[in-house]
């Protein structure tokens, strides 16, 4: 493996462990005050694997001699986050124990745009020159198909029922507009990841998302916003990232930084 | 031959009899069955305080589980967690079922939870300050709530004792995992061993309290005379408390830890542990949604229910005009 080979690729494992960590966060933070309770087992199952993802990249990273798993997600700075925007911002406003005004549009639109592109991403990923990683996606795509189900059917559902979920829904799918672009970008060693074998071209893919996305806005009479998706508030694949962020790694690594002595949890 | 065509002809004595019968005979009685307004109404009573507590308990740990220190950990709570939310549903449809001559929903057993008549275990009214809570929270309150609910597998109720053999098969998981978490604070610097005595200093009384008072003096026993009548349970609370102290008492004094009450310990002669007894005033008030937390827990479900109240129409409304 050339150095620059292993500089790209820990990259691309940083991007994607670090989409599926903070997306399983903001999705762990519904635990409890889903819509309903079968909702709430259904998304916390979701939830857990999509955790397991994040793990699974991190371990792949760990072998690569880039500090052990837990270090890697527990004691980065936001600026070392790979992940898109999109997927650190807050669910809603207050905090998860404390008068959250949770959206649950902003969550369904959300996971299916990132389930629908995690998809494809997995699929392009099988083909893989590095092996790991080819077999990680093989793995990981079993239990995504199950996934983008869960949240297709919310999604008809929601968009097809009453005036106010609509309303809320196209609200939604605005907002995440705005920042999928940063979800959909493999940031500025896009060239490389593709050039070295490491994964089919970002223009490639996105292509691929905006065809399944439009079939599916199609299905429930909405029109794409605009030819496609922004990234309004940085490129989070080359560090910039909000505060959101910052309050998520404070909550999500606050144990773990709370003894520096100790040596096992 | 069903119960219902072959009962018709009989006075509701005559049924009673017939009932209590089958319930001598260990038979387990389903959903359709004839049953006494008085047992039905005990199994409402029983299984969705069990269902709600179930739900209620998620938040306790909640906060722990984006918390929870490492990557396998946080898995491992989310797991969890999940599980107990699963229990809670698999109950809350008993109860449904139960509730259905009433006309009643589950929409009536969460205004009846936000209006404080639904009550739920003293154990998720308190607060769980530090990662030590949530590991004495798995390891000694799934612990003390095994002890209960093994103890009910055997209850008269046919679709109860199901549910509850599954929720035992993930309970065993539970306080291992509870186990586990407890063995690596033990272990670990003075800073986690400290952390884990003072969350179970904090746990003790909820714990001994978990099991309800010893006899009838404390708060009335009609329930629990009932459950026993009906067979929906075969220990008394004091059996239960009991058998935990036995089961836990010396793993406790295993990690290391102190337990805190001095004056606790197993008399010989009399065969039982002697223990201090818990304010079973402050029970009461706790119980009746008076603890530490229960406003704002009650206020977090509520808050969050109306919330998506919207999620909830529209799913309604979905479903209308799809038929
Ligand atoms: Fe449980
Ligand atoms: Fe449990």
């Known amino acids: 493996m050339t150095p620059e080979y292993k500089e790209v690729l820990t990259e691309l494992l940083f991007q994607l462990a670090d989409d599926d960590f903070i997306h399983a966060f903001r999705g762990s933070e519904w635990l409890g005050l889903a819509p309903h309770i079968e909702e709430d087992v259904a998304f916390s199952s979701i939830n857990q694997d999509t955790m397991g993802h994040a793990v699974i990249y991190y371990k792949l990273l760990e072998d690569l001699g880039m500090g052990a798993a837990d270090d890697l997600a527990h004691l980065r700075d936001a600026s070392a986050f790979r992940n898109g925007v999109l997927l650190e911002f807050k669910n809603g406003s207050g905090e998860y124990l404390d008068s959250p005004q949770y959206d649950w549009a902003f969550t369904v639109v959300r996971h299916l745009f990132y389930d629908v592109y995690k998809k494809i991403k997995l699929e392009a990923l099988k083909q893989s020159n590095y092996e790991p990683l080819a077999n990680a996606a093989r793995k990981i795509l079993t239990e995504q198909t199950y996934h983008l189900m869960h949240w297709q059917t919310w999604f008809r559902q929601l968009m097809q029922s009453t005036e106010e979920s609509r309303a809320r829904m196209e609200q939604a799918l605005l907002r995440c507009w705005e920042d999928m672009g940063g979800v959909l970008t493999y940031g500025q060693y896009g060239d490389e990841m593709t050039a070295l074998g490491l994964i089919g071209s970002e223009e490639a893919l996105k292509n691929t998302w905006l065809a399944e996305i439009t079939k599916l806005f199609s299905e429930v009479d909405y029109k794409k916003p605009s030819d496609e998706p922004k990234m309004a508030h940085g490129n989070g694949r080359n560090g910039e990232h909000s505060a959101d962020l910052d309050h998520a790694l404070k909550i999500l690594s606050e144990v773990y930084r709370s003894d520096s002595q100790a040596s096992g949890w | ?323």
Not at chain 2, 4 to 28: C, G, P, Q, W
Not at chain 2, 63 to 73: I, N, S
Not at chain 2, 105 to 129: A, C, G, W, Y
Not at chain 2, 192 to 221: I, V
């Open chain 2, 1 to 323: 031959m069903s119960d219902v065509t072959s009962l018709a002809h009989l006075t509701d004595e005559e049924k009673y009899e017939h009932f209590m019968r089958r319930i001598e005979n260990d038979e387990k009685i389903e959903a359709e069955d004839w049953m006494p307004d008085d047992y039905r109404e005990q199994l409402i009573k029983l299984i969705t305080m069990h269902g709600i507590s179930e739900i209620m308990g998620a938040f306790p740990e909640k906060e722990w589980v984006p918390k929870a220190p490492t990557l396998h950990r946080k898995l491992a709570i989310m797991a969890k967690v999940q599980d107990e939310m699963g229990h809670g549903q698999l109950l809350l449809r008993v109860a449904e079922d139960l509730l259905k001559p009433y006309g009643k929903t589950r929409e009536d057993i969460m205004q009846d939870l936000f209006s404080k008549r639904l009550k739920f275990h003293n154990v998720f009214h308190m607060p769980s300050p530090t990662w030590g809570d949530a590991a004495v929270i798995a390891w000694l309150v799934d612990g003390a709530a095994i002890l209960s609910q093994t103890m009910m597998l055997k209850t008269s109720y046919g679709p109860y004792g199901r549910a509850l053999k599954r929720i035992c098969q993930e309970e065993s998981f539970h306080s291992k995992h509870g186990e586990s978490l407890v063995l690596s604070l033990a272990e670990g610097t003075p800073e986690q061993r400290r952390m884990l005595q003072e969350a179970l200093n904090r746990w003790w009384e909820p714990l001994l309290m978990f099991f309800g008072p010893k006899s009838s003096k404390e708060t009335g026993h009609t329930n629990v005379d009932k459950n026993l009548k009906y067979k929906l349970r075969s220990k008394t609370n004091e059996e239960l408390r009991q058998e935990f102290l036995t089961k836990y008492v010396p793993k406790i004094k295993l990690l290391g830890l102190s337990v805190p009450d001095d004056t606790l310990h197993f008399d010989e002669e009399k065969g039982e542990w002697i223990y201090q007894e818990p304010d079973w005033q402050k029970f009461k008030e706790i119980i009746k949604g008076n603890g530490p937390k229960s406003d704002e827990r009650l206020a977090l479900r509520r808050s969050s229910y109306e919330n998506s109240q919207w999620v909830r129409d529209a799913l309604a409304e979905y479903r209308m005009a799809a038929v």
